[in-house]
């Protein structure tokens, strides 16, 4: 395929995107006083901001490169559930996953900013896995929508939606169904990704995840620790990002390491989310690996340019991916 015929094609796509969707809400203010009650600035609001976080971030990469992005998530029924849910809709994104619970609250990261300065960030979540029976309606919401979509993508960031039951029985069915199941990983349920497609830990992950420490400049120690991994999971490939080092990609029996492009890097913040979007739409065409990392290379290294969390621009990655791959 061509580089436009890849582009082209990622507007046919279905993506399901299944884990933990959350709500950043962004305060901006200013600081005259300090306040009379305690040691503290007294910020003065003039402006809010509620944005798409953690899986909200995947969807909007994945809706940015054409495909349609669905989401299987649980939230809380409560009010910033309902600011989520309307964030979603007002993207244009498919909620048809999306399940509220009365007995879980939805996650909220609030960060009140002074000036261009960050005062303070006020976490509101809970990490504890969601319990049996939305769990049940997890699963079931995705068996229904999996035949319909050309790749999966679990998005953890440890917040409980997904557990090693839900993992396993969603993995199952996906593969016999012939979906590809891609994952951007986190710690406690690094080793529950048995026989995924694609496994895309950073670094950091990577190492403490199969509690391991190698020389990542050399080559074969790299090559054995990503083997290893593949063998400890069962998985077909894994695309290892390695930040200012680049990516490495071990699947179909072929194995590269790719550079990172020389970038102004403006915010590393969201990089993950974009690589693991454009990797699951490529391994979704079936592309071959060495194109599968270095789009996702070149995406990720894209929005570090960017200030921000902001999704992935379709033309300047095409334009790009034209004059570089």
Request: charged share 25%; hydrophobic share 40%; glycine share 6%.
């Amino acid at each position: 395929m061509t580089i436009d015929q890849v582009f082209e094609a990622f507007n046919t796509l279905r993506v399901l995107v299944i884990g933990d969707v959350m709500l950043d809400s962004y305060v901006w203010g200013k600081v005259e006083r300090i306040s009379p009650e305690a040691p503290v600035p007294v910020v003065n609001v003039q402006k809010r901001e509620y944005r798409l976080g953690g899986a909200g971030n995947v969807l909007l990469n994945v809706q940015s490169l054409g495909a349609e992005a669905i989401i299987c998530s649980v939230i809380g029924t409560d009010s910033p559930g309902d600011l989520l849910e309307n964030s979603l809709k007002e993207k244009g994104l498919n909620c048809e996953g999306l399940i509220r619970s009365e007995h879980r609250i939805t996650t909220i990261k609030e960060r009140i900013i002074a000036g261009s300065q960050q005062v303070v960030r006020i976490d509101t979540e809970t990490d504890k896995p969601v319990s049996k029976a939305e769990t049940d309606k997890l699963v079931a919401k995705a068996k229904e929508l999996i035949p319909s979509c050309q790749v999966i993508v679990f998005e953890d960031y440890d917040k409980g939606v997904l557990t090693p039951e839900c993992i396993a029985e969603i993995t199952a069915f996906a593969n016999a169904n012939n979906v590809p199941t891609v994952v951007d990983p986190k710690k406690r349920n690094f080793l529950a990704y048995n026989h995924v497609t694609l496994f895309k830990p950073n670094l950091k992950e990577l190492r403490e995840g199969l509690k391991v420490d190698f020389n990542v400049d050399n080559l074969e120690e790299l090559k054995a620790t990503v083997q290893h991994l593949k063998d400890t999971l069962q998985a077909k490939g894994a695309l290892i990002t390695l930040s200012e080092r680049g990516v490495f990609i071990d699947l179909n029996e072929e194995t590269h390491k790719l550079p990172a492009h020389i970038r102004q890097i403006a915010d590393v913040s969201g990089a993950g989310d974009t690589v693991i979007s454009i990797a699951a739409c490529c391994v979704a065409l079936g592309l071959p690996p060495k194109s599968v990392a270095a789009i996702s290379n070149l995406g990720g290294g894209l929005v570090c340019e960017m200030v921000g969390v902001v999704p992935i621009d379709k033309n300047l990655l095409k334009s790009e991916a034209k004059r570089l791959i």
